[in-house]
T-cell receptor
Framework: EDQVTQSPEALRLQEGESSSLNCSYT??????LFWYRQDPGKGPEFLFT???AGEEKEKERLKATLTKKESFLHITAPKPEDSATYLC????????????FGAGTRLFVKA | KAGVTQTPRYLIKTRGQQVTLSCSPI?????VSWYQQTPGQGLQFLFE???????NKGNFPGRFSGRQFSNSRSEMNVSTLELGDSALYLC??????????FGPGTRLTVL
């Protein structure tokens, strides 16, 4: 069964304190691994797609990496506005757009 | 480019009633997915429609149904509402690179 596990559940950082969020996954043939950001009361916002092990993508203070079993979302020198829930999700090659989401990591960045 | 719109944004119903939610995807996108989000279960896949056909379905009872129209707009229906159906229902417009663009959601409360 396809599964996504994210850790930690919550992470509290000081502004400027870099850290990483983890996403472990099992999927029968990975089509893509996705990272989303969700603010309270809003729908998730697309951040990155990773397709194969070794791939990396960057956007501002965020960098996503992928191995055969897990993905990391590195946050460099975070700011308070980076506070949100970060969701990891996978799609299997044979599943169309059926996407399995992890429970998310709630990130709090204090000024 | 207009984003994903969902109506209504908030809805209060009582047990046993039925409800219909609407979603208009991004112009040009032919596939739409629906998700249920609750604090306990996170984001769970309901179903996906492509060119008016249901292509994938999640593990939800038959009370949950959907459809897609020729203009790609989609509706989902929940019949015989239960208290446990209270959730944020999210529609995603599926992009050409498998990424998903979410609407703001419909917050359904069942009393």
């Amino acid at each position: 069964e396809d599964q996504v596990t994210q850790s930690p559940e919550a992470l509290r950082l000081q502004e400027g304190e870099s850290s990483s969020l983890n996403c472990s996954y099992t999927v029968s043939g990975l089509r893509g691994l996705f990272w989303y950001r969700q603010d309270p009361g809003k729908g998730p916002e697309f951040l990155f797609t990773l397709y194969s092990a070794g791939e990396e993508k960057e956007k501002e203070r965020l960098k996503a990496t992928l191995t055969k079993k897990e993905s990391f979302l590195h946050i460099t020198a975070p700011k308070p506005e980076d506070s949100a829930t970060y969701l990891c999700a996978v799609q299997a090659r044979t599943g169309g757009f059926k996407t399995i989401f992890g429970a998310g990591t709630r990130l709090f960045v204090k000024a | 480019k207009a984003g994903v719109t969902q109506t209504p944004r908030y809805l209060i119903k009582t047990r046993g009633q039925q409800v219909t939610l609407s979603c208009s995807p991004i112009s040009g996108h032919r596939s739409v997915s629906w998700y249920q989000q609750t604090p306990g279960q996170g984001l769970q896949f309901l179903f996906e429609y492509f060119s008016e056909t249901q292509r994938n379905k999640g593990n939800f009872p038959g009370r949950f149904s959907g459809r897609q129209f020729s203009n790609s707009r989609s509706e989902m229906n929940v019949s015989t509402l239960e208290l446990g159906d209270s959730a944020l229902y999210l529609c995603a417009s599926n992009g050409p690179d498998n990424e998903q663009f979410f609407g703001p959601g419909t917050r359904l409360t069942v009393l």
